[in-house]
């Protein structure tokens, strides 16, 4: 199995030659993040580091999306895969562990029958036209999943009303803290229940908290969304993921290139909490967009129609 980054870079510290070349990258990503932007010799300079890890175990290090120190993680994969994001937001590959691999999380569905057919049951049987409502319920039966959704939800809902009076931050560290450590049976039935009125669709669309988690005073634009993700090792990280889970192929008959749907939602999933954190448009479809525009993007009006197009007409997605 690969190894994650955190030891991968242990072990190439210890090693002279590969710490020495491990330094030269680290230069590398830093000097990306200020301009002027490298020259030349020094692109072939980080390049030519890059090849020389050829062998080493940190050029196959990946991470997990609920490993403790992640962010950690992920700013030494894009250490050593600083020329992948050169100029372009296609990012080549996900720093994230294939989900596959990964280890799933159970859970108790013999606890959670128990627990339905009897004190509940008669709280749930009037839910029977809101998926959504039922959906909460059920994340009321599991501890840590009605601990971190109040969590979040208050810490979203401070200062409701107030202009700009939300903390954006804490609101979107709050929900990736959800969406990482209550395990996917939960938060799946929230945030994808099927709805058939609108009722049911307004509760859905404001599972993520959006006046706060999505929407801004005004729609900013998406490249302005683009570049404020791509300076966020998190942000990147997920963007990498849902690009590569998430491509849409029009001759695939799940619409997806890599045909795993279901790693695509969980991709999906991932981006809610970062500055790209996208969510449903209207209460009465299962459309989704971010919340921002391409009007007055100028010559690079294409490239920013394809950031929306990512989420708003993609047939996988």
């Not at 490249?223 to 001759?251: E, G, V, Y």
Request: with cysteine.
């Amino acid at each position: 199995p690969r190894s994650d980054c955190i030891a991968a870079e242990q072990q190439c510290l210890s090693d002279s030659a590969c710490n020495a070349t491990y330094r030269v990258l680290e230069s590398c990503a830093l000097a990306k993040t200020h301009f002027p932007p490298l020259d030349h010799d020094s692109k072939v300079r980080c390049l030519n580091a890059e090849l020389d890890l050829g062998n080493s175990s940190l050029l196959h290090c990946r991470c997990h999306r609920r490993m403790k120190r992640q962010e950690h993680c992920l700013r030494i994969f894009w250490t050593i895969h600083s020329s992948m994001t050169d100029g372009y937001f296609h990012l080549e590959t996900s720093p994230y562990e294939n989900p596959a691999n990964e280890e799933h999380w159970k859970t108790d569905y013999s606890k959670l029958a128990a627990l339905l057919s009897g004190k509940e049951c008669s709280q749930l049987a009037g839910d029977a036209t809101n998926p959504c409502l039922k959906a909460t319920h059920v994340c009321n039966l599991s501890k840590k999943c009605v601990r971190l959704r109040t969590d979040y939800a208050s810490v979203c809902t401070k200062g409701a009303g107030r202009e700009d009076a939300c903390d954006r931050r804490k609101c979107h560290r709050g929900l990736r803290n959800f969406f990482e450590k209550v395990p996917e049976d939960f938060t799946k039935r929230i945030l994808f229940c099927p709805c058939q009125d609108e009722l049911c669709g307004e509760r859905r669309r404001k599972t993520i908290v959006p006046n706060c988690s999505f929407q801004y005073n005004t729609k900013p634009n998406c490249l302005w969304l683009l570049d404020s993700c791509l300076d966020d090792h998190i942000c990147k990280s997920r963007l990498a993921d849902f690009q590569q889970n998430c491509q849409p192929a029009d001759t695939s008959p799940d619409g997806c290139s890599q045909h795993n749907h279901a790693a695509c939602l969980q991709a999906y999933m991932g981006m809610i909490g970062t500055p790209m954190t996208p969510n449903y448009i209207s209460n009465s479809s299962v459309e989704v967009s971010l919340w921002c525009t391409c009007e007055s993007s100028g010559n690079q009006k294409e490239k920013c129609d394809q950031i929306l197009g990512m989420f708003e007409s993609n047939k996988c997605l």
